[in-house]
């Protein structure tokens, strides 16, 4: 059988193609929040304090983080598309618990099952495209496949804050979320095809060095990938504060539901877009370099918001973010695909994803208390702060380029 399987993008590329499509339907349901949550926290369940808004984040990040760890334990053993297929199994009553929530608590139960059906549909299709690319365009790779993603959360996230400025913040957005999570899941049980094959290839000829405990290794003995790791739960320690904080910000510049939902969804956009571009130069560049840098334009970028109000400033300051973002999404996970052996590689992915989504949380927690003890203009500081000194780490901590 491994005679007849060849890894690459040219290769594969109608599987491939058939996987960008999944992981943007799998975007999509997470952009369903993205731009109309605290109006519609506010309005529907009188939920004003910032750290109540944020715990849908938290609860997000928590889930979601548990099911990658697990879909990189699990994909060698039970294959990645049976996980991809309960990932959006767990996704179809989302949208209709969101629908007739009588409180909070079952918008937080929902946030629950999305984190879990992120982790495991976009976990999956992460280690799914590697193994088939193998160790040449892993870059590219991950770069369409999170452009894919992103761009769908930008998109879907524009929808909703045009569809709530006209027709009210429920039920009509959620709507939405129904027809993508049917769409993906009947996709993913017919077109998608298992590639733990691809992986047993590329193991015969992998020269990597074995990890002797890969969860603690790229956690934090490692220099290189819990270099990576701390990077990017620090990305999503601001993107969780961008989520749940940008739009309060908004709304207190008095911006309407339409103009709130584009400057939200230019950052994710721009963010997926960049990712075209990003990903392939990650695989010429130095991956060392693209995320200190990346994440150093994150931290100057969010450092400006508190002293900006009008439109384009803050336009302009959600397309930076976007751009830093999308500079170093993709180089994290080619990054970790390309110093780990291809046994390991989910796992490690897997792991990686744990803490860089748990960054959700953390992000929702320290930024909500912040916003409500000192104001949201403190919280915004710190967490631009955090994330600056998450780049120096890189520079100092990180011992080589992976190229």
Excluded at 92 to 114: E, G, K, R, T, Y
């Amino acid at each position: 059988m491994s005679n007849t399987v060849k890894l690459g993008l040219k290769e594969n590329w109608k599987q491939f193609v058939i996987l960008i499509i999944v992981n943007a339907f799998v975007g999509g349901m997470v952009g369903l929040e993205r731009s109309i949550f605290p109006k519609f926290a506010e309005l529907e369940f009188g939920v004003a304090s910032k750290s109540a808004i944020l715990s849908f984040i938290t609860a997000f990040g928590i889930t979601k983080a548990l099911a990658n760890y697990f879909t990189g334990r699990l994909a060698n053993r039970y294959g990645r598309k049976n996980l991809l297929i309960f990932g959006w199994i767990i996704a179809l009553p989302i949208p209709f618990i969101l629908i007739h929530a009588s409180h909070w608590n079952w918008v937080i139960f929902a946030n629950v099952l999305l984190g879990i059906s992120q982790g495991f549909t976009w976990s999956s299709t992460i280690v799914m495209k590697i193994d088939l690319v193998g160790e040449k365009n892993r870059g590219l790779a991950m770069g369409l496949n999170e452009f894919a993603g992103y761009f769908a959360v930008g998109l879907v996230a524009f929808f909703t804050g045009l569809i709530a400025e006209n027709y009210g913040v429920s039920p009509y957005p959620f709507y939405l979320g129904i027809g993508i999570s049917i769409v993906g899941l009947i996709t993913s049980i017919l077109f998608v095809k298992d590639t733990r094959v691809f992986m047993h290839k590329e193991s015969a000829t992998s020269k990597t060095e074995t990890l002797t405990n890969v969860f603690m290794e790229t956690s934090f003995k490692n220099k290189t990938l819990s270099s990576i790791t701390q990077a990017g739960l620090v990305n999503n320690l601001n993107d969780g504060m961008i989520w749940g904080l940008l739009p309060i910000v908004l709304l207190t510049l008095n911006y309407n539901s339409e103009n709130i939902g584009i400057i939200a969804a230019i950052y994710p956009t721009v963010w997926g877009l960049g990712q075209l571009v990003t990903g392939k130069m990650s695989d010429i560049y130095s991956k060392k370099a693209m995320l200190f840098w990346g994440m150093l334009l994150q931290g100057i970028a969010i450092l400006c918001i508190p002293y900006s109000t009008a439109f384009y400033q803050l336009a302009l300051i959600s397309g930076l973010l976007g751009i830093g973002t999308a500079i170093v999404y993709p180089t994290f996970l080619a990054a970790i695909a390309e110093a780990t052996v291809p046994k390991q590689r989910a796992e490690s992915i897997g792991t990686f994803r744990l803490w860089r989504d748990l960054g959700y949380a953390f992000g929702a927690i320290i930024s909500g208390i912040t916003a409500d003890l000192f104001g949201v203009e403190y919280a915004v500081l710190l967490i631009g702060f955090i994330t600056i000194i998450s780049s120096i780490v890189i520079k100092i901590r990180m011992p080589k380029d992976i190229t």
